[in-house]
């Protein structure tokens, strides 16, 4: 399935549209003012909370933490200590963990599975002229909200002042 993912400019929070190939709103996800740390509601156009992005504070570099209905479903970080690029892995329970690697700051990456065929997702800005918008392609039978949070979660970390008033 294929996204288009635009961060609002001039909010004091972090706020994102993520609509469908045919330009329809799917999901909003909208942060929390004055929080220790970032936390951001995912949510269905009705307002419905699908999942929650908190940032876990007091840990070692950048990490997130994904949860549906209150339970942890992924931990989101970024890897320290890499050599030229730059490296996420989206740690779940099991053996599906995956890795986000590519050009973060230019928004052309891959979120790739250890084992799979093919990337389970890739995120481009190459066809789009605005700022702070992009594509998200999404392998069919993948947790298209996860990603699509996954994504949220890199904007943030490697574009932590984009569209918000400082």
């Not at 994102?16 to 995912?42: A, H, N």
């Not at 030229?84 to 928004?107: C, K, M, Q, S, W």
């Not at 389970?120 to 918008?133: G, N, P, Y």
């Not at 990603?147 to 979660?153: F, N, P, S, T």
Request: hydrophobic share 40%.
């Amino acid at each position: 399935m294929r996204y288009v993912m635009k961060e609002k400019f001039w909010t004091l929070t972090n706020q994102f549209d993520i609509r469908d190939d045919t330009g329809k709103v799917v999901f909003l996800v909208k942060g929390q003012f004055f929080s220790l740390g970032d936390k951001l509601s995912f949510q269905d156009p009705s307002g419905n909370e699908l999942l929650f992005i908190r940032q876990k504070m007091l840990s070692l570099g950048h990490t997130f933490l994904l949860e549906r209905k209150g339970e942890v479903i992924a931990r989101v970080y970024r890897h320290l200590f890499t050599l030229i690029r730059y490296r996420f892995t989206v740690d779940v329970p099991g053996p599906n963990d995956l890795e986000a690697a590519g050009d973060f700051l230019n928004h052309e990456y891959t979120f790739t599975r250890p084992g799979a065929a093919g990337p389970v997702a890739t995120a481009s800005k190459r066809w789009f002229s605005w700022v702070d918008t992009y594509g998200i392609d999404i392998a069919p039978g993948e947790d298209d909200v996860m990603l699509l949070a996954c994504a949220v979660v890199i904007d943030l970390v490697m574009h932590p002042s984009d569209g918000r008033l400082s």
